[in-house]
């Protein structure tokens, strides 16, 4: 078993579905009392928040990329970054190091395409739905990637920062976010990507009509498979 290094706190109420969902993925496959050797690192998330805020993406990959070194450092053997955002940085942050990082949206497009998806909605933080760095990973899969338009964009974006990353999960907004996704399914959207590391809080299954794929279990799923070495495992 390879140790996983979980770059995470971006926010803390994700991060520890990773740990989570990665230990119990480690214990069905193997049994007993197997659980998962992870190293983790868990940064103070106001401090990244300003700098994404501040549209200060270089001082931000600076310091991810600081404590992907300190990952490396502990025995660390993989990478995951916690968060779709900060995945704005994650080419610089594998520039870094020496072990490969687990890219969130190479392994979301993967579980896309083999459900036979080709226009997928994209829900995230305003950062993840307007700039391209992943929309455009997304594409190079072969994907057709919609985004809510301007009030969408807002209202999911608000609920993200202002409920769920501090553990607030409210019905309004779960009710509001489902609304977003009928708007992209009415424009011909097929699925629908939870592409902020915190919307699996709102449990929208008995809400929303077509697949959703939830990139933290897809990226949690994706480690154990790297940690047990499956082929296949996504790297970037």
Known sequence: MKTIGLLGGMSWESTALY??????????????????????????????????AEGDWAAAGAALAREARHLEAAGAEGLLICTNTMHKVADGVQATVEIPLLHLADATAERIVAAGVERVGLLGTRFTMEQAFYRDRLASH?????????????????IIYEELVLGEVREASRREVADVVEDLVARGAEGVIEGCTEITLLSLGDLVRVPRFDTTRIHADAAVAWTLGDAGATSG
Do not use: K, T
């Not at 480690?26 to 992870?38: E, Y």
């Not at 994907?143 to 338009?149: M, Q, S």
């Open 19 to 52: 740990y989570r969902w990665i230990n119990e993925g480690v214990r069905d496959r193997l049994g007993g009392l197997h659980s998962a050797r992870i190293v983790m690192v868990s940064v103070d998330f106001a401090e990244i928040e300003v700098m994404q």
């Open 142 to 158: 072969g994907l057709e990637v919609l985004v809510p338009d301007s009030a969408g964009r807002e209202a999911v974006h608000r």
